[in-house]
């Protein structure tokens, strides 16, 4: 019942800037991490940013002051400004949060989105 929807993939020129957006809806008692993972053809998914449950963020070594993760808590959406794309950077994008939900007891669900394609040319 928890969706998490995915917007701002494209096609850009390399030097160019795109920004992700991915929202969660649904009913739930709250997000502990959250955060964006690309996958390459061929390649294994990496972590790309990501808040933590305390809140700090987590960035990969390749996107470090290229790229900048935030959120919006009143609504439930993490971003990912993307600048200085290089074609290095071309992938499918996913959102991935982990939400607590709650009926009759607390547990935690790992989302996954759709995905989203960025494609960075040369």
């Known amino acids: 019942q928890v969706q998490l929807v995915e917007s701002g993939g494209g096609l850009v020129q390399a030097g160019g800037s795109l920004r992700l957006s991915c929202a969660a809806s649904g009913s739930f008692r709250g997000i502990n991490t959250m955060g964006w993972y690309r996958q390459a053809p061929g390649k294994q998914r990496e972590l790309v940013a990501a808040f933590t449950g305390g809140g700090s963020t987590n960035y990969a070594d390749s996107v470090k002051g290229r790229f900048t993760i935030s959120r919006d808590n009143a609504k439930n959406t993490v971003y990912l400004q993307m600048n200085s794309l290089k074609p290095e950077d071309t992938a499918v994008y996913y959102c991935?949060?982990?939400?607590?939900?709650?009926?009759?007891?607390?547990?935690?669900?790992?989302?996954w989105g759709q995905g989203t394609q960025v494609t960075v040319s040369s």
């Open positions: 991935n949060a982990v939400i607590t939900i709650a009926t009759s007891i607390v547990y935690n669900v790992d989302y």
